[in-house]
């Protein structure tokens, strides 16, 4: 029997350059060989963007990724999470043995709890707790945001994944979703939830830099490349990324905003290609100028076919309808049956 992968993006907005190479290509190879789930998280969007106004599009935008980058589904079910009730049932029944503590702890809620109430990044433990008691404010920290790992952790189990490919910031999460698998199977003597690994497919994890210099792209860093960019604006983007002064000697280590370019680069140009602007820079007659319009012509032959499909996609709701069905059937069979399990073992039963 086939392996299962699974795997979610929140619905927060579009896609980038880093998703893309971080997540949907590699979504696109596995389909083929694992019984695959992939979804769109917008139950977990509600945790940090709960606005009515945007949620829809969000998913929809999402949506139209997954399938324009290839995720297939005919190969893999794809589904919206709010579409399979059986995880928030499931989600509220394995609150019950979630530790506020462990939660608490939690790298991803300690970033997001202090973002939400607006105190600074290395505000002390207490500080945090302190606020979230208060009332002497309407900056508060969901539960929802709380129970974020919960939550993860039940679109996992529900569907008895045994592989979670996600980046490096969602390990802790996986990390907590073993430990109440293995939890939930020795409270109650079962052996009912595999425990899930990461899975990055044999290669080492890529790092997308973004366009501005240090770090990676990021949605909240303000320095993407989307799928969605039109030629214009994406070569825009391209010709105002951060450089350095240029080398100042032969051989000198390449700096890192030059290097990030040269990074993208082998992401999406000849290999050739980025040899001659590496031997450039060691030679010192590297030209920016055209090596960011090298760039921007390889990036636009990897985005531009995609945005076409993405904007077909969107408009096309028959299909989108008929793919979110069918998905929601799948995954929502699936859950159901996980689901009749846990209510089994945990003693829930009906008289009638
Ligand atoms: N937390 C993930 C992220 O922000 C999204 C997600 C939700 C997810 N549920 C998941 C990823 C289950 C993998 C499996 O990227």
């Known amino acids: 029997m086939k392996e299962t992968v699974l795997s979610g993006i929140r619905a927060t907005g579009n896609l980038h350059l880093g998703n893309y190479y971080g997540a949907l290509s590699k979504f696109v190879r596995m389909q083929d060989d694992y019984d695959s789930l992939f979804f769109i998280a917008d139950l977990h969007a509600l945790t940090t963007h709960p606005d009515p106004k945007t949620l829809h599009s969000n998913v929809k935008n999402i949506l139209a990724e ?75 920290v969901n539960a929802g945001l709380l129970t974020y790992p919960t939550l993860m952790a039940v679109d996992i189990l529900i569907q008895k994944a045994h592989k979670v490919p996600v980046g490096k910031d969602q390990e802790q999460h996986l990390e907590l979703t073993r430990r109440f698998a293995r939890r939930f199977n020795s409270y109650y003597g079962v052996d009912l939830f595999p425990e899930p690994e990461n ?81 450039a820079y060691a030679n010192c007659s590297i030209r920016y100028g055209d090596l960011k319009k090298q760039l921007a012509e390889d990036i636009l032959k990897v985005t531009l076919p995609i945005r076409e499909r993405i904007l077909d996609i969107q408009n096309d709701d028959a299909l989108l309808a008929r793919v979110t069905r069918q998905g929601a059937e799948r995954a929502r069979e699936r859950a159901a049956k996980t689901l009749a399990e846990v209510r089994e073992i945990m003693g829930i039963r009906k008289f009638y």
């Open 66 to 140: 997954y399938l324009a980058a290839g995720i297939d589904p005919d190969k893999a079910t794809i589904f919206v999470q709010s579409d399979v009730p059986e995880v928030s049932e499931l989600y509220l029944l394995l609150n019950m043995h979630v530790g506020i503590g462990e939660l608490m702890r939690t790298a991803s809620f300690k970033d997001k709890a202090r973002k939400q109430l607006g105190i600074k990044v290395d505000a002390a433990e207490g500080d945090i707790e302190r606020e979230i008691i208060g009332t002497n404010s309407n900056k508060r």
């Open 199 to 279: 899975f990055n497919f044999g290669d080492h994890a890529v790092k997308v830099p973004g366009l501005d210099g240090s770090g990676k792209m990021g949605k909240s860093e303000g320095n993407c490349i989307y799928l969605i960019d039109d030629e214009k604006t994406l070569r825009k983007k391209v010709m105002r990324a951060v450089t350095d002064e240029g080398p100042k000697e032969p051989n000198q280590p390449v700096s890192e905003p030059v290097n990030n370019l040269l990074t993208l680069m082998e992401l999406t140009s000849a290999p050739e290609v980025v040899q001659h602007y590496r031997d």
